[in-house]
């Protein structure tokens, strides 16, 4: 029998993943104007139909994947990956690239045109790094690769939104109970409507109920721009014009280490999937994330498209091949229509942020499951940068709202806070987590041989600042490339790799002597 291509779990899956694409593209509407200076209606009907068709290929292709997978196996329960834009690459994207340029030239177009420059050479970088991407993911614990997945589910993906849940319980305490009642004990909602559709809809009744007796903190957002027909936009010239000027390439230092993170993301993602009984060609699955960012950056969009983090979610709600197509189709359909401006008119975002927290939640969960027991520590210790990547957003954020920035009163902490070891330690700090897992579950093992080689990389990163390595300026935080740009960081872990090639040796020669 050939696979099904949508099953009833797909409707389930299709909701969470389609709420997760439309939070991502809130926050472009949200913040690129405030902080990139783009009118609302250039996001609308330039920069969101070129992440639609990013969002569209991707998707379809992955579905495809899945269902080739499926009728190979014969497994019928493959799930297709989930895909979308990557939540770390949007924030670095317009705080780090976009955001500075409009800051020191007031020139949103030319803010923007860096934009998609970077978008294209990340996704170059991506299809330059697919041929090794199968080697690295077998010489990688798993340890190493599933616990940064965790450290980002459970900060970026869950806990900034658990606080904008809790900021207005009556709203959306409810509808998340219901998503995790539904997701947690799997029960049969009547007329069989899946739990997210019954959630959202729950929070739009109490958001317009609650506002109506002036018991919510729910406001519809004003928009300028109308429904209409908004195709993407073929804009080479505006992509590759900034090809011969030294502003397109300013920003490597960010791009670069982005790209870096998408594969490593990509390939912690591929080995959840994995764990959760699907396995993917490691290769093809690099070189689809690859292109289609060159798509979205050729038709205006900034912000690189890749694998999303969620699949053990996704197919546990009983997700497989259709949910994904039908995301990419339902969404391309919106954003070309207009829609988004009327999405966020009518529907509070609190209502759809328990699916976050479900996702955030089982991908914790399978970090520390699907590992042998004895390398949870290592999972444990995987954690720590991106606890230290989320602390500095929220250090990041506090600062500026308060009127200032973390370049003028970093030097007021002293040693109440130890702000620069946060900095140093939350950049590159998915590569750090996975670096740190790996050498804690090799370690674990005895296996010091192995796990200096880990130090020797950690050293190596550490001196071309793709870890560790930064810039405090008026601006923000920018990535600090270059050689030799984080040398106590190379020291500390050349030492550490020699202590572990000398335990590597002591242990053989005594394993000599008792033979």
């Known amino acids: 029998m050939k696979p099904k291509l949508f099953v009833r779990g797909d409707l389930d899956g299709f909701f969470g993943l389609f709420i997760d694409n439309l939070l991502q593209l809130m926050l472009i509407m949200t913040l690129t104007p405030l902080v990139c200076g783009f009118p609302e209606k250039f996001v609308v009907e330039t920069i969101l139909p070129g992440a639609a068709l990013s969002i569209l290929c991707g998707n379809l292709f992955y579905s495809w994947q899945a269902w080739s997978l499926a009728k190979k196996t014969g497994n019928h329960e493959i799930t297709a990956i989930p895909y979308g834009i990557n939540t770390v690459s949007l924030f670095a994207y317009i705080f780090l690239i976009m955001g500075p340029i409009h800051q020191q030239t007031g020139n949103a177009d030319l803010a923007w045109k860096a934009g998609i420059f970077a978008c294209f050479l990340g996704g170059v970088f991506e299809l330059l790094g697919a041929p090794v991407g199968d080697w690295l993911r077998k010489v990688t614990p798993r340890a190493g690769l599933l616990s940064a997945l965790a450290g980002v589910a459970i900060t970026f993906i869950s806990m900034g939104f658990v606080f904008q ?126 292109g289609a960012s060159i ?82 520590l290592a999972v444990a210790f995987g954690l720590i940068p991106c606890l230290a990547s989320w602390a500095q957003l929220i250090v990041e954020t506090t600062v500026a709202k308060s009127g200032t920035t973390l370049f003028a009163v970093a030097p007021k902490f002293g040693g109440d806070f130890y702000i620069y070891g946060l900095l140093a330690l939350s950049q590159g700090f998915l590569i750090v987590a996975m670096i740190f897992g790996a050498i804690m579950a090799l370690l674990i093992d005895r296996e010091f041989w192995k796990a200096s080689l880990w130090a020797f990389v950690a050293a190596f990163c550490s001196a071309v600042g793709v870890i560790h390595s930064y810039d405090l300026t008026p601006f923000g935080i920018a990535p600090k490339f270059g050689w030799m740009v984080a040398p106590q960081f190379v020291f500390a872990y050349a030492v550490t790799g020699l202590i572990l090639l000398v335990l590597h040796f002591a242990a053989r020669g005594r394993t000599g002597a008792e033979g």
Not at 224 to 244: E, Y
Not at 260 to 274: F, H, K, T, W
Not at 344 to 365: H, Q
């Open 165 to 290: 849940l809790f900021a207005s319980p009556a709203m959306a305490i409810i509808p998340m109970m219901i998503i995790l009642i539904s997701y947690a004990s799997r029960v049969k909602f009547p007329g069989g409507l899946p739990g997210g559709f019954i959630a959202v809809a729950v929070g739009i009744a109490l958001g317009w109920g609650l506002r109506g007796i002036g018991w919510s903190a729910f406001t519809p957002h004003a928009s300028a721009v109308d429904l209409g027909f908004h195709p993407p936009q073929f804009v080479p010239g505006d992509l590759f014009s900034l090809l011969s000027d030294p502003l397109g390439w300013q920003y490597l230092a960010v791009i670069f280490p982005m790209a870096l993170v998408n594969i490593v993301g990509s390939l912690q993602n591929l080995e959840s999937a994995e764990a959760a009984g699907d396995r993917f060609p490691t290769r093809s699955s690099l070189l689809a994330n690859g």
């Open 295 to 376: 798509v979205a950056s050729l038709f205006g969009s900034a912000f690189p498209t890749t694998i999303y983090i969620g699949h053990p979610g996704w197919k546990a709600m009983g997700a497989r091949i259709g949910y994904s197509a039908l995301n990419g189709i339902v969404i391309s359909l919106l954003i070309v229509c207009g829609g988004m401006t009327l999405i966020l008119k009518f529907v509070p975002i609190e209502a759809t942020l328990g699916i976050l927290l479900w996702i955030g939640l089982t991908i914790m969960a399978q970090a520390f499951q699907a590992c042998p027991p004895r390398h949870a």
